[in-house]
């Protein structure tokens, strides 16, 4: 089966840093995906990671560990525009992109 | 803007009717995934279309259907709709199949079954 866990709701301080965390269970790996979404938006692509390790785009990074099956998203010097939900994707051998439920932040001043 | 077009943006029927959701992927993308999304949830992965063929299908229900016709424009249709059908519907394209395709997003068609 299919699953990918995240925290449902964190909330953190502006100008600090923020760690989410994903764990996921999947049938056949072939990369993850972090996403970020705002209130009835469309979601928009942050990151992508299929090796392990650590990739990095500006405020914004995301880990993997394969073997652990568990990816985080660090962002730091968190502003206000941060508020959001962050989707962790999974996806599998079948090419179907498995999305967990979100991570809801809230930055606050 | 991510080049992907949904219509219409919103949309309101009543219970047992049945209504089209249409997207036009970004110029050039062969794939087209559709996503559903209920208030406060995940998106739901429905269906994948590559180059005007099904490819992958999530929980999709039989009221549902859709195609990718050859001009890669995708339709989704729902029939018999129920109250629990409201929701956002998402289509997403991306270049590629697998790999390291990220999915483009349209900005979604919201429908509420009255």
């Known amino acids: 089966g299919q699953n990918i866990d995240q925290p449902t709701e964190m909330t953190a301080t502006e100008g600090a840093i923020v760690q989410i965390n994903c764990t996921y269970q999947t049938s056949g790996f072939n990369g993850l995906f972090w996403y970020q979404q705002h209130a009835g938006e469309a979601p928009t692509f942050l990151s992508y990671?299929?090796?392990?390790g650590l990739e990095e785009k500006g405020r914004f990074s995301s880990f993997l560990s394969r073997s652990k099956g568990y990816s985080y998203l660090l962002l730091k010097e968190l502003q206000m525009k941060d508020s959001a939900s962050y989707l962790c994707a999974v996806r599998a051998h079948t090419d179907k992109l498995i999305f967990g439920t979100g991570t809801r932040l809230q930055v606050f001043p | 803007d991510s080049g992907v077009t949904q219509t219409p943006k919103h949309l309101i029927t009543a219970t047992g009717q049945r209504v089209t959701l249409r997207c036009s992927p970004r110029s050039g993308d062969l794939s087209v995934y559709w996503y559903q999304q209920s208030l406060d949830q995940g998106l739901q992965f429905l269906i994948h279309y590559y180059n005007g063929e099904e490819r992958a299908k999530g929980n999709i229900l039989e009221r549902f259907s859709a195609q990718q016709f050859p001009d890669l424009h995708s339709e989704l249709n729902l029939s018999s709709l129920e109250l629990g059908d409201s929701a956002l519907y998402f289509c997403?394209?991306?270049?590629?199949?697998?790999?390291?395709?990220?999915?483009?997003f349209g900005e979604g068609s919201r429908l509420t079954v009255l």
């Open positions: 997403a394209s991306s270049v590629r199949m697998g790999g390291t395709g990220e999915l483009f």
């Open positions: 990671n299929v090796l392990d």
